[in-house]
């Protein structure tokens, strides 16, 4: 993934200074997470829509079903005492993910998921509170 993105910079004629940098960053994040989970998307059962709108529609739609569903798995990682954010650097460089772990064709690598448990030393800047009534209501 990271030469994939480091080609994808250089054309876009980025710096080397910046590039190592977002790479040294990138990289750090996947190694030290202690658990990386790969989510990838098929379209295998997808509806065959005639027209390209709706079959862009299809994939949208399990797109947002696969958001909706990494987004369950941490919050229950978080019930169980877990941290963890999604990327999307699969989504840049999914041939190499692909060839790295010899992934079917039809699986397009979609996210990753780190997990790992919190560094209790850290501390979290304090948040206002939150007006629920504004939060929720549109005016």
């Given at each position: ?20 940098r977002l790479l ?74 692909r060839s790295a ?39």
């Amino acid at each position: 993934m990271g030469e994939a993105w480091r080609t994808d910079l250089e054309r876009e004629g980025e710096s080397v200074h910046t590039i190592d940098r977002l790479l040294r960053r990138s990289h750090a994040q996947l190694v030290e997470a202690p658990v990386l989970l790969l989510a990838c998307l098929t379209l295998e059962g997808s509806h065959r829509w005639p027209d390209e709108g709706r079959r862009f529609a299809e994939r949208d739609m399990f797109v947002q079903s696969l958001g909706a569903a990494l987004q369950n798995l941490l919050l229950a990682a978080g019930e169980a005492g877990l941290a963890g954010y999604l990327k999307g650097a699969p989504l840049f460089s999914a041939d190499a993910v692909r060839s790295a772990l010899d992934l079917p064709a039809d699986w397009e690598p979609t996210f990753l998921v780190l997990l790992g448990y919190p560094d209790k030393s850290a501390e979290l800047p304090p948040r206002a509170a939150i007006e629920i009534d504004r939060f929720l209501l549109q005016r």
